[in-house]
């Protein structure tokens, strides 16, 4: 039996199941899904909008890519974006368009990702809409958040330490990987289907590395594909107190690092023995024949925080360098 299409069950039936499955009352959602728009309260001071859309062909491939990790994606990025100005996530709007053809099936998934990550980050889903396209899927979510105090890219002074959340490179080896690999990873935010040891086996045999090379274990590249299929944003809380300017790392370290100085009209050091690079990055990134430090200086989609202070409070975190005076 062949799944419907989202065509055949129509665009009234989907909005029905969204309304079923994310509509929320809460102290802050007067109005959810189902009306002209949503009714929110100002939850403090400041209100954090954001927008991110994520396009086929462009920003993901279903060859490499499962809905529910473009479900999962989508929420995470933009929460990553409100994060980085140090505030809280609390309401989503989500647009999907896709061909009339796409298998009622996919939606579903796509679904089951989007409230993984919304249950993850405590969002609500307030509204979006739905279209169909002539050709390629697109998704576009819209994150609102709330903060006391917001932290920005320009404020960093020279003096400043440069700190960042967690290890770098991961996602863009994870990349590689999916690249060789040539096939979707069923991978969710809770485990895995439960015979993906197996069939990572198999994946293995047909990579054709190199019988010379060390065998790469499920639990090796296990993170690094998870890192890059179902990234998590970084909760700033802890940091807001100290960090003088903050930005994710979506781009790359450079680009990003690059981005903050510009805007605080600084320039950076930094060092090379200092960037954290995971054990299993560096031993995949080996039997792949990729730079672990060119990986993670350049390679992009890490949504960790980069961010600078005065260093007195801050720990738990990798200090990678300094802000210095010239840009
Ligand atoms: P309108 O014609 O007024 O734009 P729609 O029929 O597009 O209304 O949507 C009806 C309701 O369903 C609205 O509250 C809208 O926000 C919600 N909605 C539509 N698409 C989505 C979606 N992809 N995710 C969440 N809510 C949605
Ligand atoms: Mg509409």
């Not at 994310?22 to 102290?27: G, N, V």
């Not at 989508?74 to 990553?80: A, C, R």
Request: proline share 4%; charged share 25%; with cysteine.
């Amino acid at each position: 039996m062949t799944s419907p299409t989202i065509s055949e069950i129509g665009e009234l039936a989907l909005i029905d199941e969204l309304k079923k499955r994310f509509d929320r009352r809460s102290r802050d959602v007067t109005v959810g899904i189902g009306d002209d728009a949503a009714v929110l309260r100002p939850a403090a001071k400041h209100l954090l909008a954001t927008t991110d859309m994520i396009v086929e062909g462009v920003h993901f491939d279903l060859r490499f890519v499962t809905a529910y990790q473009l479900g999962f994606k989508i929420i995470s990025v933009n929460v990553s974006d409100i994060y980085a100005m140090g505030g809280i996530p609390r309401h989503a709007l989500l647009n999907i368009a896709a061909p009339a053809r796409t298998p009622a099936e996919f939606i579903h998934a796509l679904m089951d990702g989007v409230g993984d990550a919304l249950a993850h980050y405590r969002v609500v889903l307030v509204g979006g809409d739905l279209s169909s396209s002539k050709g390629d899927i697109s998704l576009s979510a819209t994150l609102i958040g709330s903060a006391g105090k917001f932290i920005r890219r320009r404020g960093a002074r020279a003096g400043d330490r440069i700190y960042v959340t967690g290890m770098l490179g991961d996602s863009a080896c994870g990349l590689y990987l999916l690249k060789r690999i040539k096939n979707t990873v069923p991978i969710y935010l809770r485990g895995a289907k439960w015979n993906i040891k197996s069939l990572w086996d198999k994946m293995w045999k047909e990579l054709h590395i190199g019988s010379e090379q060390p065998e790469l274990s499920w639990r090796t590249v296990e993170p690094l594909l998870r890192r890059h299929l179902l990234p998590e944003a970084r909760n700033p809380v802890g940091i807001i107190g100290d960090a003088t300017s903050m930005i994710d790392v979506s781009d790359g370290l450079l680009i990003d690092l690059t981005r903050l100085c510009d805007e605080s009209g600084t320039g950076a050091r930094i060092y090379e023995e200092r960037i954290p690079v995971s054990a299993a990055m560096r031993k995949t990134a080996g039997v792949l024949g990729l730079d672990p430090l060119n990986l993670a200086l350049t390679g992009g989609e890490d949504y960790e925080l980069l961010f600078t202070g005065v260093g007195k409070k801050i720990n738990k975190l990798t200090y990678i360098g300094d802000i210095t005076r010239h840009g």
